[in-house]
């Protein structure tokens, strides 16, 4: 399983940045797809998910209505929209897959990518 993260930057709070996870190695459909977080001193967070297979999303509640999780198969990639963005959304975003076949998500995953660094300038 290899996941390739794509897309950060610097942007200015308000603005828009999308992120894209490539994957390779494995059956995309048959995974969910995480994206994460971890800014400097603080713990990593989940940020938002989705089943691959009928995409399912999760988003944790300080992203909601600001970021939007979807996936094309036929390139194997889960992109990330980010909307909205503000300062304390900086930080490096991870993606990260786990072979799922259930209701709900995954609590956790085995295969992470080595992450895209997203900073928002006040």
């Known amino acids: 399983v290899h996941l390739v993260e794509s897309g950060g930057g610097l942007v200015q709070a308000g603005g828009s940045l999308r992120l894209s996870c490539t994957a390779s190695?494995?059956?995309?459909?048959?995974?969910?797809v995480g994206w994460f977080r971890q800014a400097p001193g603080k713990r990593r967070e989940g940020v938002s998910s989705?089943?691959?297979?009928?995409?399912?999303?999760y988003y944790t509640n300080s992203v909601k209505g600001r970021f939007t999780i979807s996936s094309d198969n036929a390139k194997k990639t889960v992109y990330l929209q980010m909307n909205n963005l503000k300062p304390e959304d900086t930080a490096v975003y991870y993606c990260a897959a786990q072979f799922w076949h259930d209701y709900g998500f995954p609590g956790e995953y085995s295969s992470w990518g080595r992450g895209t660094q997203v900073t928002v300038s006040s």
């Open positions: 989705i089943r691959v297979n009928d995409g399912g999303t």
């Open positions: 190695g494995f059956t995309f459909g048959e995974y969910a």
